[in-house]
């Protein structure tokens, strides 16, 4: 009975803790709605306006008195109506101050300068035909992200204000013009690179196969076959610029961006598909006269119908050509650009980096001799002090089924061998490509190690010679050119090679390599 009654009892307590706990929520809540409720009605409306009843706005711009006025439902400015507007920027600082509304106001101020008032950073006019209304800005309290303003007509009463309300009045002049959009270059229609400078300058074009590239300086004739990857890079480069700044849009006077006397000029040749309109204008007339009647008969045109209209569109691919002028730094990681030597922007000087402040050997191919084994003649290798010839003989001939087929045999020495025998020291012998090019004169220490010629279909000899050239590197000589290639990479050459005249396993050879391939 004793512990029917504790029970009970517990029950009872728990019950009424419930209830008190489920009270003081109740309470609390209600509490913080009506605190909120308190705080949203607090809030003091400063200004307010309809929007489409601003006549102008007028701040301060760059330290100097800007108005920008309504004209024909778009903002042109006032002292400048040729200035390029930018009527989205616009709009936005006049939909900031259509309701102005304080968190704090803060009466009877005796001191404005406590606030940045008695001297203000910023004042905006606004002019309705009601008539004119003037919003001091001061001081930024930047722990609450908040400003001081005032009325200009009450200097006794400080408004504390939220910054978004009064940030769009504070931008320098070309944060209020619309700019251009950099010309879209499509990277892959990229035909001709031309990057005049006074130090460094380069002609990049593709060849007629649309795969490879030659590079030449700027005013040679001499050509260098390219880098493909160094290529991509000019052309993927040109196709991600894009302006930063807009600094002027109407400049007259060059010299102050050193465009003037450009410190380099990009000349781009490339291509771009347009509206085919090649018939003349009787057609055309006709065509649009037919499209009109058609969509004022139909106005519900299926999707069947629309496909139809895009297949019938046409485009060709027209050539054009894009100068781009570089001029002084501007300071920030940039420079001055223009494509006109009108308009003056910014690019980075990151971005523009992919094309200028090169040499033409930095574009240079690093293949050291490509041949293709099908092109192939004869190939005469001397190693150490022992010469071996390798002569490329093909059949054809036509099988069962009618089709022409062709063989290929390789003679080591008037010996047939296995053809992935000498294909295997073959591909490592033309797939090779060095870490950099000498542009200095190169006169070897020692005699060659290897010397290989090569003689293709039409017989034309090419001379590739290996030399030590440091504990890191061998010297690759072709001509003229004098390739570093890794070290390691030309000693799988020589055992693929020992391999093919000795009859030994690549395996083999690699682990126990002769003393003529440790040379």
């Known amino acids: 009975m004793k512990k029917s009654t504790k029970l009970v009892s517990a029950v009872v307590v728990l019950a009424v803790l419930g209830g008190v ?17 308190s705080e949203e009605e607090s809030k003091t409306e400063v200004f307010s306006v309809k929007t489409d009843d601003i006549k102008s ?59 940045g008032l008695d001297s203000p950073s910023n004042t905006v006019t606004v002019d309705t035909a009601d008539g004119t209304t003037k919003l001091n ?101 040109l196709g991600s610029f894009a302006f930063d700044q807009f600094v002027n849009y109407n400049a007259e006077d060059l010299s102050q961006y050193g465009l003037d ?57 027209v050539d054009k050509q894009l100068v781009i002028y570089v001029g002084d730094e501007a300071g920030d990681g940039s420079r001055y650009v223009t494509v006109d030597n009108k308009q003056i ?18 574009l240079w191919s690093l293949i050291v001799n490509y041949l293709s084994v099908k092109n192939l003649d004869q190939l005469q290798v001397t190693y150490g002090e022992t010469t071996n010839t390798v002569n490329v003989s093909r059949e054809t001939f036509t099988d069962e089924d009618g089709n022409e087929k062709e063989t290929t045999t390789y003679q080591l020495d008037g010996e047939e061998i296995e053809s992935t025998t000498f294909t295997t020291f073959y591909n490592k012998l033309i797939n090779m490509a060095g870490q950099k090019r000498l542009t200095e004169a190169y006169t070897p220490a020692a005699d060659p190690e290897m010397t290989a010629v090569f003689t293709d279909s039409d017989k034309n000899q090419t001379t590739v010679t290996f030399y030590t050239y440091d504990t890191n590197y061998y010297a690759a000589v072709v001509g003229d050119k004098v390739f570093l290639v890794n070290k390691m990479t030309v000693k799988e050459m020589f055992n693929a ?18 003393a003529e391939a440790e040379k």
């Open 21 to 37: 706990y489920v009270g003081l929520n109740t309470y609390v809540s209600k509490e913080e709605k009506a605190e909120s409720s």
């Open 57 to 115: 706005l007028e701040f301060i711009v760059d330290k100097k008195e800007v108005t920008f006025e309504k004209k024909d439902d778009s903002w042109v400015k006032k002292d400048e109506t040729a200035f390029p507007v930018n009527q989205t920027t616009l709009d936005s600082a006049a939909s900031a101050i259509e309701t102005v509304e304080a968190d704090r106001v803060l009466e009877d101020v005796e001191d404005l300068a406590e606030y």
């Open 137 to 237: 800005i001061g001081d930024e309290n930047t722990s609450t992200n908040q400003y001081y303003i005032s009325r200009a007509d009450d200097d006794s009463t400080v408004y504390v204000v939220a910054a978004d309300t009064v940030s769009p009045f504070m931008n320098s002049l070309y944060d209020y013009a619309q700019g251009e959009d950099f010309p879209t270059i499509d990277s892959s229609t990229v035909k001709k690179v031309q990057v005049s400078e006074d130090k460094d300058s380069y002609v990049l074009e593709e060849n007629s196969d649309g795969a490879t590239w030659d590079v030449s300086g700027d005013g040679s004739s001499d050509k260098e076959s390219a880098d493909t990857t160094a290529a991509g890079n000019v052309t993927s480069g």
């Open 261 to 317: 006397k450009p410190y380099a000029t990009i000349t781009v040749d490339y291509q771009e598909e347009v509206e085919d309109d090649s018939t003349d204008s009787t057609e055309s007339g006709e065509n649009d006269s037919t499209a009109s009647e058609s969509d004022s008969e139909n106005s519900d045109t299926t999707d069947t119908d629309s496909s139809s209209e895009d297949e019938d569109s046409k485009t060709t691919t």
């Open 345 to 362: 922007y910014t690019m980075s000087t990151d971005t523009l980096s992919a094309v200028i402040d090169k040499t033409p050997s930095d």
């Open 497 to 514: 090679y020992e391999t093919m005249v000795n009859g030994e396993t690549e395996t083999e050879a690699t682990a126990t390599p002769t």
